[in-house]
């Protein structure tokens, strides 16, 4: 079975890979991976994260909404094909 990401698949999964890339360098520089980003507003403070895990979140939302509208597109050329 060939699989064929579309553009937003193929973006998605160059960020999950750059992501786990960049938090594999964090691991072997620093012995574990560097949170960086941190909101707060008085006593109240948003959880501290990386760039690296947003990218791997936002690759990850991106490939699922691809493998959505792939299985959309493929669905609809079987049923023309069948006509």
Known sequence: MKNDFARWGKIGAAMIIG???GNAIDRVIHG???DFLLFY??????????IADSF????????ILD???SKHKKDTAAENQAV
């Open 32 to 34: 574990h991976v560097v």
């Open 19 to 21: 992501g786990a890339i």
């Open 67 to 69: 493998g959505f509208s």
């Open 41 to 50: 507003w008085q006593d109240w403070h948003y959880p501290a994260f990386n």
């Open 56 to 63: 791997i979140c936002v690759g990850a939302v991106l490939l």
